[in-house]
């Protein structure tokens, strides 16, 4: 650990894949707590620019002190918000297109082992799951004591392949008509109850319906197929991108996204 609490796992894959030593345009989509940013920036030319954006309000703040620990009259410009809206921030920054760009996708263990956010099913907390939680959009909460049976089901599917969503929506909807549904651990019970139980399950029941619905309440996939789309569009010429996904639903559509621009002849895939 560091003096942030953080320690990037991928950084050296990331340095040697995002070349910082002749980036001086950098973007770091989702900068959490800084880790694999303070890399890129501690590498990079003594004019370059990064731009730093994370949903997350705190972790933004927590990686803003640690980018300017290391800054040394490098611009560091921060951005709280989603990474679908890039494009504005990198305008905003003045920075025209990227050397470099990443983007880490998934939740922050900070998040996760925070009961308040609700991302975890191992300890109580309310029935949240918003990465923003300074906005104003729909709780994990409000979905599943608003949602209809059957979308409630296909939100599950589309978003975690979980293939038993309808029996999981069948018991949530009965479930919340004696009593609204308000925390992680309920809702945990109630798919459990809908499988089965664990019967020596090696991952918990309700694993795949927590991710469907952060991923439905954070509209992931959505950011992802919008800076998917605009990539061509923000890398300089000869820059980098690289997407660290931890899915399938995400890694299928990074995959795509960089098959079509190779074959239209406008990237290379390393």
Known sequence: MTAYGHIAVLERPVVALLRPESARRIVDCTVGLGGHAEALLARSPAEATLVAMDLDA??????????????????????????????????????????????????????????????????????????????????AADLVNTLAERELADLLFANADEHRSRAIARTIVSARQQERIETTTQLAALVERALGGRRGAKIHPATRTFQALRIAVNDELGALEALLAALPELLAVGGRAGIISFHSLEDRRVKRAFLAMKSAGIAEIL
Do not use: K, Y
């Open 58 to 139: 705190g972790n933004l703040a927590r990686a803003r002190d640690r980018l300017l620990a290391v800054a040394a009259g490098r611009q560091v410009r921060c951005f709280h918000g989603s990474f679908a809206e890039v494009r504005q921030a990198m305008q905003a920054a003045e920075v025209d297109r990227a050397d470099a760009l990443l983007a880490d996708l998934g939740i922050a263990s900070s998040q996760l082992d925070d009961p308040q956010r609700g991302l975890s099913f191992l300890a109580e907390g309310p029935l949240d799951m918003r990465l923003d939680r300074e906005g104003s959009g729909p709780t």
